[in-house]
């Protein structure tokens, strides 16, 4: 059966979805059933073997450095070459030539703030031999364009709907800044308009700042009146996730009006919970986990690492894993397709993972525009001309639009108030040299200790991580890596003067953030959490604001229980449903029975609930239901209304706090009264499981499709027909957990976010090494590797990684042999 499918698909025709009724189990059995296929490529100096494993994993071997990442690019878009089209869109801001004047914006904001600095200095940082490895690796993605560009029968049906040709790539693209998580900058801007609607001291209050407390003071420059224009508008634009409309679909294909009530409802919840992300109080919904324990800790003897990082659920899945075989490569792991290398994996000596680690990447400088010209601003007391490019944007149905883009000495001009002698530009750390997403994995996926480990990682400058270790020797460690400017005179939390009184007095060293070299307990975790010293020397460097503790103090609570350690235990921990808020909260409604019956008995089934957010409990039902009354309520009660727009909702901690030790804000008799609002929150949320549900309370379950699960959105969800939407999303299917438990599958009913991509590495066998990329590794509807993970990941169960080449031959489903041209 495996043939004929790969026969069909060789030959361009789509593989039915239909077919995954064969039993995964059945591909690792029929190892010498493995489907063949050669190739002649332009581009290639020797021959290289791409063995497709039963999972989708493509394991490449090659003779030359130049010919393994140029086979990983062509790999790559082999299995997501839609997702790379839309990369390269994004990237170049040639998003309005695809889909019309709403993008303009999107794609003035990508050319204001793409990279304009050396690009060969750019691709050496990454790798003294990063200028041939990137080359190589568009060169390769180039070469399966022009494959397909011969052979349109295989575009992936995405091309096909939209009547769409995919475009060469450049190196440029690979380098592009677009996709990274990259600052805070909204939300400074946030921050600053609830400084500016109240006062600092009543923002200090409401936000979780720490450690320390920053000043908050606006300098008497900054107009704050002006700080409520859209100033952001081009930098969001730019930032945001691409979304597909009817009208971008060749017609008989597009959605109608027929999307049933339920559907429209949960898309919409689902863009809710993603733009309530962008407030004060929400955004550290999306975090990660990693942690490493050294040999004393795991059953082997030899250090484990493990890591879950969790950013924004949906198909097709955004990491991939790859395993590289080449001359000084060996390494197996994963990272963003359109990248070459992998981010988080292992090399056979040391496995390593990452985390988001706060930097303070960017600031917002406002100017003093000359009054006859507002091309020029002041400048230590001096008139300045911005720089100008024009540049053209080709729009589709409509005229291509000739747009000017404007840079200060301190970055781009991102919005303009002549009429005020105003303009605002953003100074934005990434856009210097060696501050690509990820690309750093490169030097670091060739380190044979953890000091080389360290070194290499010291090039990694963008996201601000946390790096973990583990290696073969036995040492543990964790370096804290980011690219965080030096702010001699302020906290760089709100915005400044771009007069030159707020310079930027170069990068704190990367060896100088937090780290740890074998630590005494025997193990190291961070999920996003503060591990910033108290009296850190370089305070105005890094973040003030972090995920709230509880998926971390969850992990440190079970690795330092005493016990020893092996894979699977550590695949229960990434999964964990534990929720500490939950076993914080439950406890205050002891005694505080209610004369309502159904309360009452809501009352009941918290008290003898065992706090884990788990598919089919009813109490975990009800807990998540009270907790978000709870929530909403302190904040109500807490932040003034003239903030509540920029401030959101609390932080969980800060809302823990509030509850445990009740002041005068809940009332004359604070006690008393924070019952009351106990009771309050469990008769409202009662009444809201109730009517979503029913009156029975067996009904109220979590994990159910109306309440919590995890249905996977695809960029043309909205735009396309019942039919084909079907064949694009994955799910539903019910969920466990939810921001605050180790398994994070965020705080809305549908899991938007969170760990779809694991990774567990014991390193006494490296062909030990478990993994999971939810729905799968192919970002082609049409394939069997789409959605083949998906099953797996729902119901926490792992596939292994192989290394070595006999047990990958072991599990092989294709192998594609890749030959020089003649």
């Known amino acids: 059966m495996t043939t004929i499918l790969y026969v069909l698909r060789c030959f361009g025709a789509p593989i039915s979805r239909a077919l995954l009724l064969i039993p995964i189990g059945l591909w690792s059995s029929t190892a010498m059933a493995a489907d063949e296929q050669s190739l002649f490529l332009d581009g290639l100096e020797a021959p290289v073997e791409i063995l497709k494993d039963a999972w989708g994993v493509s394991h490449i071997y090659a003779e030359t450095e130049r010919d393994l990442f140029f086979a990983q690019g062509y790999n790559a878009a082999r299995d997501r070459l839609f997702q790379l ?63 397909v560009l011969a052979n349109p029968s295989q575009l992936p049906l995405e091309f096909r709907l939209m009547e769409l040709e995919p475009q060469h790539w450049t190196p440029e693209i690979v380098i592009s800044r677009h996709q990274g998580l990259v600052g805070n900058i909204r939300e400074e801007l946030n921050l600053a308009r609830a400084v500016a609607r109240t006062d600092s001291e009543t923002v200090k209050e409401l936000i979780w700042f720490h450690p320390g407390e920053p000043e908050l003071s606006f300098d008497e420059f900054i107009d704050t009146e002006l700080l409520h224009d859209d100033i ?12 597909f409309l009817p009208q971008d679909i060749v017609a008989q294909y597009r959605a109608t009006d027929t999307a049933s009530r339920e559907q429209v409802v949960d898309r919409l919840n689902d863009q809710l919970a993603a733009a309530q992300t962008e407030v004060l109080g929400r955004n550290h919904d999306i975090g990660s986990n990693n942690w490493v324990v050294n040999g004393s800790l795991s059953e082997s003897g030899y250090p484990i690492m493990a890591n879950d990082p969790h950013r924004v659920a949906g198909a097709p899945a955004l990491r991939y894993f790859v395993h590289l075989h080449g001359p000084g490569w060996n390494i197996a792991g994963g990272g963003e397709p359109s990248l070459p290398g992998i981010s988080i994996g292992h090399n056979g000596f040391g496995a390593w993972g990452l985390t988001v680690f706060q930097v303070d990447s960017e600031d917002l400088y406002v100017y003093e525009t000359h009054p006859d010209d507002p091309n020029r601003y002041r400048y230590q007391g001096r008139w300045e001309t911005m720089r100008i490019e024009e540049t053209e944007i080709a729009v589709r149905g409509g005229a ?113 953030l937090p780290n740890a070299t074998n630590p005494q307990q025997g193990f190291w975790n961070t999920s996003n959490e503060n591990l910033v010293p108290d009296n850190y020397p370089f305070r105005n460097a890094v973040g003030w604001t972090w995920t709230d503790p509880y998926r971390s103090s969850r992990v440190r609570e079970v690795l330092a229980s005493g016990r020893k350690f092996n894979l699977q235990d550590m695949a229960q921990l990434q999964n964990d449903s534990l929720s500490i808020p939950a076993r914080t909260l439950v406890p205050l409604l002891n005694g505080l029975e209610h004369s309502n019956s159904a309360v009452e008995g809501a009352r009941q089934q918290l008290m003898n609930w065992d706090y884990h957010m788990a598919i089919e409990s009813v109490g975990a039902g009800i807990y998540m239901a009270w907790e978000r009354e709870l929530r909403a309520r302190v904040s109500a009660l807490l932040i003034p209304e003239a903030v509540q727009d920029y401030i959101g909702l609390l932080q ?25 609002l106990l009771h309050d929150a469990l008769m409202a949320a009662v009444d809201d499981l109730s009517e979503r549900f029913g009156n029975d309370m067996a009904d109220w379950q979590y994990g159910q499709e109306g309440y919590k699960h995890v249905r996977l959105r695809h960029p043309m969800s909205e735009a396309v027909n019942d039919e084909l939407r079907s064949s694009l999303e994955v799910g539903p299917a019910p969920r466990h957990g939810y921001s605050y438990t180790v398994s994070n599958t965020a705080y809305g009913d549908n899991q938007t976010s969170g760990g779809t991509f694991r990774m567990i590495v014991d390193t006494e ?58």
Request: hydrophobic share 35%; aromatic share 12%; glycine share 8%.
């Open 85 to 147: 089209e839309m990369w390269r869109r994004q990237a170049t801001g040639t998003m309005a030539e695809l889909m019309g004047e709403r993008m303009l914006d999107h794609d003035i904001g990508a050319r204001l703030m793409r990279f304009r600095g050396n690009l060969q200095q750019e691709m050496r940082h990454y790798h003294p031999r990063g200028d041939q490895i990137i080359p190589a690796f568009v060169a390769g993605i180039n070469a399966y364009i022009d494959h």
């Open 652 to 676: 969980m901690k800060p809302t823990i706090d509030r509850l445990l030790s009740p002041d005068g804000r809940f009332g004359t008799n604070p006690t008393a009264d924070r019952n009351r």
């Open 400 to 512: 291509t639009r000739t747009v000017q883009l404007k840079f200060t000495r301190h970055g781009p001009v991102v919005h303009e108030r002549p009429d005020r002698q105003a303009a605002f530009a953003l100074r934005l750390a990434w856009l210097d040299i060696g501050a690509a997403p990820y690309l750093a994995g490169l030097r670091m996926s060739q380190a044979q200790s953890w000091e080389e480990f360290r070194e290499a990682a010291a090039y990694s400058r963008i996201p601000g991580e946390n790096f973990v270790w583990a290696d073969r020797d036995g040492n543990i460690g964790y370096q804290a890596v980011g690219v965080a400017p030096l702010r001699n005179n302020w906290d760089g939390l709100l915005p400044v003067p771009g007069d030159g009184r707020y310079e930027w007095d170069g990068y704190l060293p990367i060896m100088a």
């Open 765 to 822: 066998d490296f062909d030990r090494t478990l993994a999971s990329n939810s729905p799968g590794q192919s970002g082609d509807p049409d394939s069997i590797f789409y959605d083949n993970l998906f099953d797996e990941w729902v119901d926490n169960r792992y596939f292994p990684l192989f290394y070595s080449r006999d047990k990958v031959e072991s599990v092989t489903a294709e192998r594609l042999r890749l030959m020089p041209g003649e």
């Open 232 to 243: 952001l508008r081009f930098y969001n634009a730019a930032r945001s996730s691409v979304s």
